[in-house]
């Protein structure tokens, strides 16, 4: 196992750009991640990286050997994966990713039951709104939320999640209420905006009646976590538009209510994407119909009807 060990070190070096981060990733020293590759140099007889102080990058050998050690590394995870299948026993590691509202909220409380069921599948979990590269990355699996753009992955859409845009009481107080899209930009509502490198979403997408319609707005605040906007939300600082899950308990309290209610938000998607060469392996199809189905659930559960807005 140690040379494929190497070969999955060259992998990762190759495709993170650095000794450091795949060592990370590998978790492991960036002094065994170089011997590891110092080792498959010595085999190969050749120079795989070019290394100087500040940067690494792939010799001509090594952008050969890429190709084949990707195929290498798919021939073996599927013969652990017909292994695996063939005496129900899957064992192994998943790293897999979420954003930080579905991952708190649906994947993190189901991972326990998935251990109990399976106990030779540990779980690696990573939570961020970020947009996470999934095969850069190498995640096993990772959950989305928000348009899907064309890629080579697996995606498998789990649900249709809608969203409310909402505001304190006393923000509502001060500020009033708005009626529609046009008011947040007319009035120049405080509007709290989820960006992140990399983010889609810069105007919100409402429903108005000739159709869908997307709006500049502003705002004091942005950040790239989803549970501090709710935060400012419930503070008085704005107006936020979220999936109706992650405000659910406040919208029934009372300590946020809905506003612009004649154009709403579109409903966004809740999917999960995977790796082409991952879709043989009996552990991320297990961890997938598991986690789909609980989220399903959870989602199902999820009161969709709130009082109206009401000042303090």
């Known amino acids: 196992m140690s040379y494929v060990n190497n070969i999955r070190m060259f992998v990762r070096v190759y495709e993170l750009g650095g000794m450091s981060a795949a060592a990370r990733d590998q978790r492991c020293s960036p002094a065994v991640a170089s011997s590891r590759i110092a080792e498959l140099e010595k085999h190969l007889g050749v120079r795989l990286f070019n290394r100087t102080t500040r940067a690494l990058s792939a010799t001509e050998h090594g952008e050969l050997f890429y190709d084949g050690a990707l195929r290498i590394l798919d021939a073996i995870d599927t013969a652990e994966a017909a292994v695996m299948e063939a005496t129900q026993s899957p064992r192994g590691t998943l790293f897999v990713a979420a954003p930080l509202g579905v991952g708190r909220r649906f994947i993190a409380p189901a991972v326990p039951a998935f251990k109990r069921a399976y106990p030779q599948i540990d779980i690696r979990l990573r939570l961020s709104d970020r947009v996470v590269d999934v095969t850069g990355e190498g995640l096993d699996l990772a959950f989305h939320l928000g348009p899907l753009s064309d890629s080579d992955l697996k995606i498998r859409v789990i649900a249709d999640c809608p969203r409310i845009l909402c505001a304190a009481p006393s923000y509502v107080a001060r500020r009033g209420m708005p009626a529609d899209g046009q008011a947040l930009v007319d009035q120049a509502h405080d509007c709290l905006n989820l960006r992140f490198p990399g983010a889609k979403e810069f105007q919100w997408t409402l429903q108005t009646q000739a159709g869908p319609r997307r709006f500049e707005i502003r705002g004091p605040f942005e950040t790239d976590d989803g549970d501090v906007l709710t935060g400012w939300a419930l503070d008085g600082a704005g107006i936020v538009l979220k999936p109706i899950f992650e405000v659910a308990e406040h919208l029934r309290s009372g300590a946020l209510v809905p506003v612009a209610p004649q154009t709403p938000p579109l409903p966004t998607q809740l999917a ?29 559960a999820v009161p969709q009807d709130f009082p109206a807005s009401r000042s303090e």
């Open 272 to 300: 999960s994407l995977t790796p082409s060469r991952k879709l043989r392996d009996p552990k991320v199809q297990l961890f997938s119909d598991f986690i789909t189905a609980h989220c399903k659930e959870a989602l199902a």
